[in-house]
């Protein structure tokens, strides 16, 4: 079923791009529960399987500063316990029936997803499991204890790796005092001072069923997507006010730079800054933009001037992360520590060329080539269904967001990728963070 | 709560043994020069996954050249006398496709994935690449630096990396196991373009190359085409692979680690037999059952004995390699909580072993593992990378992708008595080897260290 519906709407969409095409790509049914929840469903019976999951605005971007970590600790035990299901028993039932529990954090969403088998004996059981452990959840105060105890250490144990010093320092650097420039899990500082009321509190004002995205694919009806959209949201908090939102992102006024003295032997280097929001109209030309800059692996440019040309570094690439505010655009690269002021230079030159000029003619003709050519690989299983369902229904994109997305991809020119990007990304105004590096002075 | 390289393989091995009946409709066929063609039709996407595998890897190297299987997956992009340097990764892209390639211990894989009719382009750049590499001296100049970077971001500047690197050096003297997949830095140092010429010679024939295609395809429409571009490359005689046996083991091996870290952490191995022969094995399937009662799921014996009730670890994990041209290894590790230590995991490990042992398992833990089984084998069947992966693994290991089934069936036959006689068996001193990490401070740190595990690309 999944190729009949490509075969029809991709031709429509790739072959006829100008026309709009007269049937989705996905068909994705689309609706709200009785409590204001939103739905969004694709059935697909080719597999006897389910994968659903439900989301919230609960993500790190919704902590206090001083209470940094609450997001990522409630929604990590949500899975320990509810409704008098201990945290084994949870597992346990999950376990018996071959369904898999996992879930979400980042800065923007949490919830948790599951995936069944959809026969009823199997499905009924995890969907009874899932429901109280949205709704009910125990956050237990002894595995709250060893929770933290577990975490403050993983954080510690993090603070050792070149990588994640890096990223730290470049999000504080990046976002001062915006959430997103705070770490996801919390600080070991702040971990410790987390109690079982904030936990409790903030699923009362997060987890509210109106604010609930809940996303389905696979072998159910419509009837049967419907009730489980209701069971699974029937019991969740009432709103109390407006949804939680996130303020805004302010640029960069000035560059930064930063070296991290680290005894590995190489160095991690990152360069960048906020960058685009989910939706914002920039996104498409960015996107590609970027294909060509360092998202396009061997075809990119940072990819031929770090390694190809001169073999400074295993992996080098540049990405947006579009988020609910201007989520970050990040270059990153490893070389050898001697190296670094090589590698850096030459990623900056390579960043000031291309913003200066853009693409080519050509390398946006083959950029667009992969993209629209690849459109089938983004959509060949369930689980990529599922996971653009949630992005559509949390950021509230149109439902003919894919197909909007290789239509606009068709349309960027040379002109529209250079605009964007001498809007959006100041070479001038990047923050730099070198970690480790013989010589380095970003 | 990360998983280290040799876990991630464990775990691929755990969903290989315990899946499927999903392989049954895939067509087997070999060309006139001994090239096997694997073909499984998956009609749910205009989509299809091409893999070339050829049967060698880290295994088939020699002190001196270890990594030489890596660096020669580097240079297969980098061009052909009529595909230029890099231009296969651009003909892949343009037509929509993605393309890497993975070596392991025991064979090299290079795949693509592409709407449906863009097969034919996979194929005859695959073709090509099989016999007319170019081998360029400045290239290989510059691509051989590509991999010593990557080995010191995948290996040297990750202590469990080390970890895992050095137990294996340890665990055996004389199987080349024992070296690791990326190879030793100064033989990566040392090695020259003429190194991996002679690598490709010997090992890059038809006969020795599994092409699986899984997708919407036809397959005698496959067949055609995989006929047309690689039918008229000719079979090479293979070199003799040496068996390499590893000798017995007297006692119980350990090597420490000192790195920079904040926590420890354990890592122990122990040799277990491989599966060989999928009817009439049973041990291979009794220690696959065996590593899911540990670590088969949150509700397992690790995490919920040694995680949640005694907090004495902050993760536990078990994982059987029993898919390999070499020995099998059974593995455990964990990391102690703050405040506990190395030894306390180790022991810690050893009594839930020793548990079973003495007392065995229960049915009811047992049936839980076969539901999750069941589940999995449908799960797997979403990804068509993961099923090309799965027969191209299972194959290169001497194992045909026609016994999935099979091992399906005989991993639900499982008792708990099997499951206590394969650790009873298997779970001594003289089999084991125990690697540690000694966490070092960060400040003044000055690395010493060397290399593991290993693939291309981005």
């Known amino acids: 079923m999944l190729n009949k519906l490509l075969a029809t709407g991709l031709a429509a ?87 898999q529990l996992g879930g979400r954090f980042d800065f923007d969403r949490a919830g948790l997803s599951l995936r069944t088998l959809s ?18 959840p125990a956050f237990p105060g002894d595995v709250l204890e060893r929770e933290k105890v577990r975490l403050t250490g993983a954080l510690k144990e993090a603070d050792t790796k070149p990588d994640t010093i890096g990223s730290r320092t470049f999000y504080r650097l990046a976002y001062g005092d915006h959430p997103y420039g705070m770490r996801e899990s919390g600080e070991v500082e702040t971990v410790a001072g987390i109690t079982r009321e904030d936990l409790a509190a903030f699923h009362r004002r997060h987890y509210a069923g109106r604010y609930a995205v809940v996303a389905l694919m696979g072998d159910v009806t419509r009837a049967e997507a419907e009730a489980i959209a209701e069971q699974l949201t029937r019991g969740l908090p009432v709103a109390a006010g407006q949804e939680p939102g996130l303020p805004p992102v302010a640029a960069l006024a000035v560059g930064e730079s930063r070296t991290v003295p680290h005894h590995a032997s190489q160095a991690h280097i990152t360069i960048g800054g906020p960058g685009v929001s989910r939706g914002d109209r920039d996104y498409i030309a960015l996107y590609v933009g970027n294909f060509v800059l360092g998202g ?64 080519t003619g050509k390398e946006l003709a083959a950029a667009k080539r992969n993209i629209v050519n690849s459109f089938p690989l983004r959509i060949d299983s369930n689980r990529k269904i599922h996971e653009y369902l949630t992005l559509i229904g949390f950021y509230r994109l149109p439902l003919t967001y894919l197909e909007d997305f290789v239509k606009d991809v068709e349309r960027v020119t040379v002109a529209d990728i250079r605009d964007a990007f001498q809007r959006r990304i100041r070479p001038d105004r990047m923050v730099t963070v070198v970690v480790g590096g013989d010589e380095a002075k970003p | 709560m990360t998983i280290s390289g040799y876990l991630v393989r464990a775990l691929l091995l755990a969903l290989v043994a315990t899946s499927c009946h999903a392989a049954t409709d895939a067509g087997e066929h070999k060309l006139a020069n001994g090239m096997r063609v694997i073909i499984k039709p ?78 034919e382009l996979a194929l005859r750049l695959e073709a090509d690449r099989m016999t007319n590499i170019t081998l360029a001296a400045e290239e290989f100049a510059k691509e051989i630096k590509v991999v010593m970077e990557e080995r010191r971001w995948r290996t040297d500047d990750r202590p469990r990396s080390l970890v895992y690197e050095q137990l294996m050096a340890t665990a055996l003297t004389a199987h080349p196991y024992r070296n690791p997949v ?60 040496k068996p390499q046996a590893e000798p017995a083991q007297f006692g119980v091996k350990r090597v420490t680690v000192k790195a920079p870290a904040e926590l420890p952490y354990v890592l122990m191995a122990f040799r277990a037999p491989a599966l060989r022969d999928p009817e009439g094995d049973w041990e291979p399937y009794a220690l696959e059952m065996l590593a899911a009662v540990l670590d088969g799921s949150d509700a397992a014996r690790l995490n919920r004995t040694l995680v ?56 009811e833990e ?79 740190a000055r690395r010493a260290a060397p290399p593991a595990g290993a693939r291309h690309a981005q």
């Open chain 1, 13 to 99: 969409a790739v072959l006829a791009i100008a026309a709009v095409p007269a049937q989705a790509i996905l068909p994705i049914q689309h609706w709200q529960t009785a409590g204001g929840a939103r739905v969004y469903f694709v059935e697909n019976h080719d597999l006897p399987m389910l994968d659903i999951s439900v989301e919230f605005p609960a993500g790190a971007g919704h902590d206090q500063p001083a209470k940094s970590g609450v997001a990522a600790m409630t929604q990590r035990l949500l899975s320990s316990g509810a409704d008098g299901m201990s945290e084994n028993d949870v597992s346990r039932r999950m376990a018996d029936v071959g369904a």
């Open chain 1, 119 to 136: 026969n009823s004996r199997e499905r009924r059981e995890a969907l009874d499991v899932l429901s109280r452990l949205l709704s009910v």
């Open chain 1, 296 to 359: 396009g692996g061997f075809m990119s440019r940072m990819t031929e001037e770090v390694r190809q040309k001169r073999g400074l570094a295993y992996s080098a690439a540049s990405y947006f992360r579009p988020l609910q505010r201007e989520g970050p655009f990040i270059i990153s690269m490893q070389t050898r520590r001697d190296q670094a002021a090589e590698a850096l230079e030459v990623a900056r030159a390579t960043l000031a060329e291309f913003v200066k000029s853009g693409p």
């Open chain 2, 42 to 119: 998956d009609r749910r996407a205009p989509v299809v996954v091409v893999m070339v595998s050829y049967q060698v890897g880290g295994i088939d190297e020699v002190n001196g050249v270890t990594g030489v299987a890596h660096v020669l997956e580097h240079m297969m992009f980098k061009g052909t006398p009529t595909v230029a340097a890099g231009e296969y990764s651009r003909l892949i892209s343009e037509a929509g496709g993605r393309e890497n390639a993975f070596t392991s211990n025991d064979f090299t894989g290079y795949f693509a994935m592409l709407q449906k009719s863009q097969l």
């Open chain 2, 182 to 241: 990326i190879g030793w830095m100064s033989d990566l140092e040392s090695m020259r373009v003429e190194d991996a010429r002679d690598f490709y010679r010997r090992w890059y024939t038809p006969n020795n190359a599994t092409l699986v295609v899984v997708g919407d395809v036809e397959p005698q429409a496959v067949l055609a085409l995989a006929g047309r571009y690689f039918g008229k490359i000719p079979a090479r005689v293979l070199p003799e692979r």
């Open chain 2, 308 to 363: 949640r009730e005694e907090r004495i670890a902050s993760s536990a994990d078990a994982g059987y390699d029993g898919i390999a041209r070499g020995p099998g290894f059974f593995y455990l590790s964990a990391t102690p909580t703050p405040g506990r230590s190395a030894a306390e995991v180790e022991q810690a490990l050893r009594r839930e072993m020793a548990l079973i042992v003495a007392e065995g398992v229960t049915a």
């Open chain 2, 366 to 444: 047992l049936d839980r593992i076969k539901a999750q089984a069941v589940a999995a084998h449908v799960y797997q069947r979403d990804s068509m990378f993961f099923q090309a992966r799965q027969i191209a693994m299972l194959e290169s290991a001497g194992i045909s992708h026609r016994t999935l089934d099979l091992q399906l069936k005989k991993l639900r036959e499982v008792t708990p008595e099997q499951v206590q006689e394969v650790a009873r068996k298997y779970f001594r001193d003289d089999a084991i080897t125990i690697a540690t990490l000694d966490p070092q401070p960060l400040e003044g």
